[in-house]
């Protein structure tokens, strides 16, 4: 069992910036791989980003690309989503994701570990 614990999540403007962490518990943290999904109001659950167990692959969605980092420390069994130049579409319930093992792609069927999410709300 993994259990995941989202924070950083708020309101702020458009342009500005937030870092969102997601805290793992129950297994060694470095065993496996994380993925950041988000949802909107009436749509679909979506893909954000992932990171390899070790951090040295990192996976993007195109509309993600250039404005947000996913990034992990290990020590901390913690990973990261930096987000920049945010935009009003950005806003949505953030969730953190895992297998506990590898990571396998983009679908949200395939990962049986969520956290609860957090909101973030991006003004105009």
């Known amino acids: 069992q993994v259990q995941l614990v989202e924070s950083g999540g708020g309101l702020v403007q458009a342009g500005g910036s937030l870092r969102l962490s997601c805290a793992a518990s129950?297994?060694?943290?470095?065993?496996?791989?994380m993925s950041w999904f988000r949802q909107a109001p009436g749509k679909e659950r979506e893909f954000v980003a992932a990171i390899e167990r070790n951090g040295g692959s990192t996976y993007y969605a195109d509309s993600m690309k250039g404005r947000f980092t996913i990034s992990r420390d290990n020590a901390k069994s913690t990973v990261y989503l930096q987000m920049n130049s945010l935009k009003p579409e950005d806003t949505a319930v953030y969730y953190c994701a895992t297998t506990g093992t590898y990571y396998p792609g983009r679908s949200t069927g395939l990962y049986p570990y969520w956290g609860q999410g957090t909101q973030v709300t991006v003004s105009s």
């Open positions: 129950g297994r060694t943290f470095s065993t496996y791989a």
